[in-house]
């Protein structure tokens, strides 16, 4: 099925395309996503670094798949003098695919994230008023909102152990009244 040998990992890297994956800034860390040897020239252009689009290693995907960590050291000694923001908008002017790479706080509180309505505040009866993450796919017809608090613990036990079968009273209020103590 997979020739000779199953595909090996790559981490956050294509598997066949170069540049493509994370590189560091000043500031953080984004992503360049390099799919053919235009955008790769595009790059080069942006980094000020034209000569790499002509250098015989890079010529290829597969050539500057080989010749990986030249290429990221090439683009990191020029990215890590640039904040991620910078370096995003000069990419996009020159129409190479990247993106930065938030923080979990950068990306709580992004205006993506407020523009779908992602993140809700519910009442926990012990916490109090707590963040929750809505379901992030939305579906037609299917209302959201529709979050409660995770249980107490043992909040549920008499309704569980009252529906397990030949338990009688005394035996369901014993046990409920050892979990009740126990709490």
């Given at each position: 099925?997979?020739?000779?040998s199953?595909?090996?990992?790559?981490?956050?890297?294509h598997p066949?395309?170069?540049?493509?994956?994370?590189f560091?800034?000043?500031?953080?860390?984004?992503?360049?996503a390099?799919?053919?040897?235009?955008?790769?020239?595009a790059?080069?252009?942006?980094?000020?670094?034209?000569d790499?689009?002509?250098?015989?290693?890079?010529?290829?995907?597969?050539?500057?798949?080989?010749?990986?960590?030249?290429?990221?050291?090439?683009?990191?000694?020029?990215?890590?003098?640039?904040?991620?923001?910078?370096?995003?908008?000069?990419?996009?002017?020159?129409?190479?695919?990247?993106?930065?790479?938030?923080?979990?706080?950068?990306?709580?509180?992004s205006?993506?994230?407020?523009?779908?309505?992602?993140?809700?505040?519910?009442?926990?009866?012990l916490?109090?008023?707590?963040?929750?993450?809505?379901?992030?796919?939305?579906?037609?017809g299917?209302?959201?909102?529709?979050?409660?608090?995770?249980?107490?613990?043992?909040?549920h036990?008499?309704?569980?152990?009252?529906?397990?079968?030949?338990?009688?009273?005394?035996?369901?209020?014993?046990?409920?009244d050892?979990?009740?103590?126990?709490?």
């Amino acid at each position: 099925m997979f020739g000779e040998s199953p595909p090996e990992r790559v981490g956050n890297r294509h598997p066949l395309s170069t540049p493509f994956g994370a590189f560091q800034a000043s500031d953080g860390f984004f992503v360049i996503a390099v799919l053919n040897h235009r955008q790769f020239k595009a790059l080069c252009l942006a980094m000020d670094r034209a000569d790499l689009a002509e250098d015989e290693r890079y010529l290829t995907d597969q050539l500057r798949t080989r010749n990986e960590a030249e290429l990221r050291a090439a683009i990191e000694t020029w990215s890590t003098r640039y904040t991620v923001t910078e370096l995003v908008d000069l990419l996009t002017t020159a129409q190479v695919p990247s993106a930065p790479i938030q923080t979990m706080e950068q990306a709580i509180e992004s205006a993506q994230v407020t523009a779908r309505g992602l993140l809700t505040r519910h009442h926990h009866p012990l916490a109090g008023d707590v963040p929750a993450m809505e379901q992030p796919v939305q579906f037609e017809g299917v209302q959201r909102g529709n979050i409660v608090p995770a249980p107490a613990l043992g909040e549920h036990t008499r309704e569980v152990l009252a529906g397990l079968d030949n338990l009688d009273a005394t035996v369901l209020n014993r046990l409920c009244d050892k979990q009740e103590s126990a709490t």
